[in-house]
């Protein structure tokens, strides 16, 4: 795994939906890291600091196709796509 990737899946929007996703990924298996979720809980929630602070899910590049696909059935998906996750900047 020397030469394995890791890929930005995607942002959401606070620690507690971070720490659902990466649940929701470990459970299926997939090796998942949340960076950036203390970022927002150091200012106490209040101050948003934009797009840049927000909780960041990482994977293996070669896990970031089923790892979209069990986003996609994460509940609050159907209502509203976006819900899950924000799409990182290319």
């Not at 394995?4 to 459970?27: M, N, T």
Request: glycine share 12%; net charge negative.
């Amino acid at each position: 795994m020397d030469n394995a990737k890791l890929v930005e899946l995607c942002r959401v929007k606070d620690g507690i939906e971070a720490a659902l996703i990466q649940g929701a990924l470990e459970d299926a298996g997939i090796r998942v890291r949340v960076e950036g979720d203390m970022l927002q809980g150091a200012m106490g929630g209040r101050l948003r600091m934009g797009w840049t602070t927000l909780p960041r899910i990482i994977v293996f590049d070669s896990d970031a196709e089923r790892a979209l696909a069990i986003l996609n059935q994460l509940p609050g998906k159907a209502q509203d796509p976006g819900a899950a996750c924000e799409a990182p900047e290319q």
